[in-house]
Structure formats: structure tokens, C-alpha cells
């Protein structure tokens, strides 16, 4: 028979237990971003019919909401203090999925299959610019990983891979329809090449990451997360594509700027140990 606990023992019991549930939540909503990049895929393959459009707006909006999920694992581990090395390699492994390998495959049905089939070139474009997304994008998750604690956290050197898979989810978001010219499907494939070289690329895209340093910062990033808010209510569908596409008009002009001497804005820091950092 076992011995009867005490009450302060059973009190122990249950924190060790709530501690122990508290470091699989973090890995728990990661999963669950794995589970919307999968079930982007399914979508993707079925998109077949009279009305693949249905399908091809439940594939992109499953991958926003598998960023929504990415940015969200982070930040409960932080809070929580349940941050481990295996979360992180999960983290990294469920990138590759939801974000390198489910918008290629989105990207690829939507754009190049239907006219592939009668147009063998372009079916090679398509297949080509799909894969090059994917292959920058896994590049860019392990340059990340032996960066860490190297650069300055601010900022993201390239652009992150879930910004890479939120700008084609915002272009199909915007216009569900399948190209109809070949033409279309060609700027379709140029757009893939342009932001698998944005996340191989060493330019500097800001994070936002950084927690507000003063109440005047504070106010003034939740005055900027009600418009965004705002204008998602007010366009819709549409407010992704305008949104992505300031942002990187933004990054490339704030980096430019820099070249330029401009330092309105303090450009990032190389070294660990730079001011300004988060560890």
C-alpha cells in the first residue's frame, strides 16, 4: 500500500508536475505550427477541380497561421523560462517544414502545375524557382543557427524564412485564382527567385523583436499594432501583400540609407557584446 502523502509533499508533487507540463507547451505550439504547414500540403494537393481557389485560400491561410505559432513558441519558453536546446532544434526543423518546403509546394500548384501541363518550360521555371525558395530558405535557417549570439538580435540577416513564406501566402491570399498567361506564372516564379535571394542575402531586415525600452516606445508600438489591426479590418485579404511588400521596400531603402551615412535610425552591431543587444 503506498504511504499517504502529506499535504505539503502533495503540494510539491503538483509544482513538479505543473513544471514539468510547462516545458511541453512551448514544444506543443510548435508542433501545432508544424501540424498547419502539413495541413497547407494536403490542401495544396487537393486544389484540383472547378474550384481549387477554396483550396488554395485555406493552404495560405494555414501557413499564416503557422507563423502566428512560430512567433508565439519563443515567446512562451522566454516567459516561461522553459527555453531548451531541444526546443530550439524543434523550432528550426518545424521551419524547414511550414515555411520552406509547404509554401514551395503551395507556390508550385498554384502557379506553374495547371499551365505546366501543356507548357514544358515553364513547368522547368516553376519547378526550378520552387526549389531555389526551399534551398534558401534552409540555408537561411542554419546560417541563423551558427549566428546566434554573434549579431546584433535586432536585426535578422536576410529575411527571415516565415516572412519568405508570408509573402506567398499574401500574394495567393490577394489573388486565389490560378494564373491564367504564362506570363503571369513567369513574374509568379520571379517573385520566388527574388525572395529566396532576400534570405541568402546579408541585408539587415529589423526584427521587432525587441521589447519597447521606454513608455513613449511602448505607446507608440501599440499605436502601430491597432493600425495594423486597423488596416488588416479595413482591406482584408489585401493588407497582406500591401503589408510584406512596405516591408521589404523599407528594409531595402533603411539599408540603403545606411550605406549612404544616414544614422537616423542605429544601424546594427556585429559584435555579442555591442550595445543595444538582447541575450
Not at 64 to 84: E, I, M, Q, Y
Not at 97 to 102: E, L, R
Request: hydrophobic content about 50%; aromatic content about 14%.
Amino acid at each position: 500500500m503506498r504511504p499517504r502523502l502529506s499535504p505539503e509533499e502533495r503540494r510539491v508533487r503538483r509544482q513538479r508536475a505543473m513544471r514539468r507540463s510547462m516545458f511541453v507547451l512551448p514544444s506543443s505550439i510548435t508542433m501545432a505550427s508544424i501540424f498547419c504547414g502539413f495541413s497547407s500540403v494536403v490542401m495544396s494537393i487537393n486544389a484540383a477541380g472547378a474550384t481549387p481557389e477554396r483550396y488554395f485560400l485555406w493552404a495560405a491561410g494555414l501557413l499564416v497561421l503557422a507563423g502566428v505559432f512560430d512567433g508565439l513558441d519563443g515567446r512562451v519558453a522566454r516567459a516561461t523560462n522553459t527555453a531548451t536546446e531541444f526546443g530550439v532544434q524543434l523550432d528550426s526543423l518545424a521551419d524547414v517544414v511550414s515555411f520552406g518546403m509547404a509554401p514551395a509546394i503551395l507556390a508550385y500548384r498554384y502557379g506553374f502545375f495547371q499551365l505546366g501541363i501543356h507548357d514544358s518550360h515553364l513547368r522547368a521555371a516553376g519547378w526550378a524557382a520552387c526549389f531555389v525558395f526551399t534551398a534558401c530558405g534552409a540555408l537561411r535557417l542554419a546560417r541563423f543557427n551558427v549566428q546566434v549570439g554573434e549579431v546584433d538580435p535586432r536585426y535578422f540577416v536576410g529575411m527571415p524564412i516565415p516572412a519568405g513564406a508570408a509573402c506567398v501566402a499574401s500574394i495567393i491570399l490577394w489573388r486565389p485564382t490560378p494564373p491564367a498567361a504564362a506570363f503571369q506564372a513567369y513574374a509568379f516564379a520571379a517573385v520566388l527567385f527574388l525572395v529566396g535571394f532576400l534570405m541568402v542575402s546579408t541585408v539587415r531586415f529589423p526584427s521587432f523583436k525587441k521589447r519597447a525600452g521606454s513608455p513613449k516606445a511602448a505607446m507608440l508600438t501599440s499605436f502601430g499594432i491597432v493600425i495594423l489591426f486597423a488596416l488588416l479590418s479595413l482591406f482584408q485579404q489585401r493588407f497582406f501583400v500591401g503589408f510584406f511588400s512596405a516591408y521589404i521596400a523599407f528594409t531595402l531603402i533603411l539599408n540603403i540609407a545606411w550605406k549612404a551615412g544616414w544614422r537616423g535610425m542605429e544601424p546594427p552591431h556585429d559584435r555579442p557584446d555591442a550595445p543595444d543587444t538582447v541575450h
